[in-house]
């Protein structure tokens, strides 16, 4: 089992509507969790950390924690087409920092 | 200029050649990271360093090498290019001050072992 897991979509989601991406890490030991987003032949930006459950809000992103289910997601609201990227989610585990695959975002216009 | 640099940015070189991809940092922070992305495979972890006494093997390192020279400096070497080793290589660093020590990236740097 792969440490992070991402499904590699891609994701085809309407300009305007909510695009709801997910993540599920293997480690319990796992503190601290990151979505980055990446445009293509880019390096990865940071959009959101998250290291308590719950919910966390930035603008039009949310990030989601359940630790009992080792769950992390990440919406995004009223999608633009600039959101059309790849979404990576990252886990800090003993100051290593894992990533997934990524999935690929299409906001389609 | 970036807070995380590294040199070069394309690289073409032959089967066999010893190659150094170079990253420096003006972010101050301890923790500095090597990754290679592969079309599909994303982010994997190569070498990663919490300080310059303090090298580590990542998940893929074979067939690479590491060097902190100083705090701000982490070069990754491939003493014998092999084309599988074609890939985009990220540097990246990190602040061990900070709870959730998130990873701030250099502008990559693009191989092609021909």
């Known amino acids: 089992q792969k440490e992070v897991e991402q499904n590699s979509g891609p994701l085809s989601v309407p300009e305007g509507a909510i695009a709801s991406l997910n993540c599920t890490y293997s480690d319990r030991g796992s503190q601290s969790f990151f979505w980055y987003r990446q445009y293509s032949g880019k390096s990865p930006e940071l959009i959101m950390f998250i290291y308590s459950n719950g919910d966390k809000e930035d603008g039009r992103f949310t990030a989601q924690l359940n630790k009992a289910s080792q769950y992390v997601s990440l919406l995004i609201r009223d999608s633009q087409p600039s959101d059309s990227a790849t979404y990576l989610c990252a886990v800090r585990r003993d100051d290593k920092i894992i990533f997934g695959k990524g999935t690929r975002l299409h906001i389609l216009p | 200029d970036a807070d995380v640099t590294q040199t070069p940015r394309n690289r073409i070189t032959k089967t066999g050649k010893r190659i150094m991809l170079e990253c420096s940092q003006t972010k101050g922070h301890d923790r500095m990271y090597w990754y290679r992305q592969d079309p599909g495979l994303g982010l994997r972890l190569i070498y990663y360093s919490f300080d310059v006494k303090d090298i580590n093997k990542g998940e893929i390192s074979d067939g690479y090498s590491v060097s902190r020279q100083a705090q701000a400096k982490f070069s990754l070497s491939l003493e014998s290019a092999i084309p599988n080793q074609t890939a985009l290589y990220f540097c990246?660093?990190?602040?061990?001050?900070?709870?959730?020590?998130?990873?701030?990236f250099g502008q990559g740097t693009r191989l092609t072992v021909v």
């Open positions: 990246a660093t990190s602040d061990s001050g900070r709870g959730y020590t998130e990873a701030f």
